[in-house]
């Protein structure tokens, strides 16, 4: 399956941004979808999982609350939606896939990679 992310930008401190992850290539339903980030200088570090038919939702501690990961497997694509940002939000985003299900948050465990999509969050 071929992941392509979007919808990063700038934006202030407290504001929102939805990003998408685009899929093509395979029966998008079959995988279980997730999102990465890479700060500057740091790992790439788990933001949240979400089941092949959107029941299951999984999230790192530091985002529950202000992202939220949603899926339209009609359309192909994998949402996250981000409120309430920080500047340490700051990052590279991008989507993932692996098949069958969640297997967990390290990214070994993941099969498909897209590009990142920057998100800038300024103070």
């Known amino acids: 399956v071929q992941l392509q992310a979007s919808g990063g930008g700038l934006v202030q401190a407290g504001g929102s941004l939805r990003l998408s992850c685009a899929a093509s290539?395979?029966?998008?339903?079959?995988?279980?979808m997730g999102w990465f980030r890479q700060a500057p200088g740091k790992v790439r570090e788990f933001v949240a999982a979400l089941g092949r038919s959107g029941g299951s939702t999984y999230y790192a501690d530091s985002m529950k609350g202000r992202f939220t990961i949603s899926r339209d497997n009609a359309k192909n694509t994998a949402f996250l939606q981000m409120n309430s940002l920080k500047p340490e939000d700051t990052a590279v985003h991008s989507c993932?896939?692996?098949?069958?299900?969640?297997?967990?948050?390290?990214?070994?465990?993941?099969?498909?990679w897209g590009q990142g999509t920057l998100v800038t969050v300024s103070s």
């Open positions: 290539g395979r029966t998008f339903s079959d995988y279980t």
């Open positions: 993932a896939a692996q098949t069958p299900g969640y297997s967990g948050s390290r990214e070994n465990g993941w099969d498909y």
